[in-house]
């Protein structure tokens, strides 16, 4: 630590991060103590804290020393999350479609520096407005995405985007059974959706058991469908079921034969 935080003879700023300051032994913040209390102008120190009482002795010493506290409450919910990304897209001065914060979401996961680098990296390079196939053309190589990519394409009927994301979600290696789920999931979420009729989307989440922003994907998915539609898209999941399972042949192609006749369902009056 003593190397970290010295003054360089080549001059220079350094930062010195420290991620888990509520691990830091006492022989640690001992010696980091004389550092938070003379402070240099070429040195920043990070200290980053998940709260509770574990290692709050660190936390009183950067304060003690005026330092510059940061409160960041925890996102445990998938719609915080999803606020979050539309803050971090309008601090870049763009916009995103909630289907494309989804997707973002599904692809790169739940840590906020990530989801905030992407927020920023996507602006740039978009020049501003941020779509699902922006999203998709940037992280179609993340399998965490690929089965859900599919479902959402499929439910809305886009079966060319929903075959050409499927072969690329089987080339990389997910699962097909993954992919049955997703959709399975997508086909249950819409018909949930429509059965319920038009309500307020948090009223609908509370009585239905589902997240806010579940619903509210549903909802704008469920345009189109008719009851008999639903019926037999729900039929078409639940024999992809068995066939990803080993009823079928060649699960690849049943994924695909699925696509096409969800879409199918879809189309129906």
Not at 170 to 186: E, F, N, W
């Amino acid at each position: 630590m003593f190397d970290l935080l010295s003054p360089s003879l080549f001059g220079g700023r350094r930062v010195l991060v420290i991620s888990a300051a509520a691990d830091l032994r006492a022989a640690a913040l001992t010696a980091l103590g004389p550092f938070l209390d003379a402070s240099s102008d070429d040195t920043t120190i990070v200290l980053a804290h998940a709260g509770g009482a574990k290692g709050k002795a660190v936390l009183d010493a950067a304060r003690r020393a005026g330092a510059w506290q940061i409160s960041c409450a925890r996102l445990t919910r998938a719609e915080e999350r999803l606020e979050f990304i539309r803050g971090e897209v309008r601090r870049a001065g763009g916009s995103i479609t909630p289907d494309a914060a989804a997707l973002l979401l599904d692809a790169v996961g739940s840590d906020l520096r990530e989801l905030a680098q992407a927020a920023d990296q996507l602006v740039a390079d978009s020049g501003g407005r941020i779509s699902a196939d922006t999203v998709t053309a940037y992280y179609r190589g993340r399998a965490e995405v690929s089965g859900f990519a599919v479902s959402d394409r499929a439910v809305v009927g886009d079966a060319g985007g929903a075959l050409e994301t499927l072969r690329w979600a089987l080339s990389i290696g997910t699962p097909p059974v993954v992919v049955a789920d997703a959709m399975a999931d997508g086909v249950r979420s819409v018909a949930r959706i429509s059965a319920a009729g038009r309500s307020n989307p948090y009223q609908l989440a509370q009585r239905l058991g589902m997240p806010a922003w579940k619903v509210k994907r549903a909802q704008s998915q469920a345009r189109g469908w008719t009851d008999a539609g639903l019926h037999d898209a729900l039929q078409v999941v639940a024999e992809l079921n068995a066939e990803v399972k080993g009823a079928a042949v060649d699960p690849e192609y049943a994924l695909e034969r699925a696509v096409l006749r969800l879409a199918q369902a879809r189309g129906q009056r």
